[in-house]
């Protein structure tokens, strides 16, 4: 749950007393989508950059 706090999607005290872990592990999945769906879109920029030249 580290990556929550340094993502600063929550705090340790919100982790702690607020979410549950389902409610928590919801949030770093949600984190984790998002990030891939970036990474995704950077790729999808990087070929079609290629495609040009």
């Known amino acids: ?3 929550l706090i340094k993502a600063r999607l929550a705090s340790m005290y919100e982790l702690q007393n607020v979410y ?3 409610e ?3 949030l770093y999945a949600l984190y984790r989508m ?3 769906i ?3 879109r950077a790729d999808d920029l ?3 950059g ?3 030249h």
């Open 38 to 40: 970036e990474k995704g």
């Open 46 to 48: 990087k070929k079609e």
């Open 34 to 36: 998002e990030l891939d």
């Open 20 to 22: 549950t872990l389902d």
């Open 50 to 52: 290629r495609g040009r």
């Open 24 to 26: 928590a592990l919801k």
């Open 1 to 3: 749950m580290y990556i």
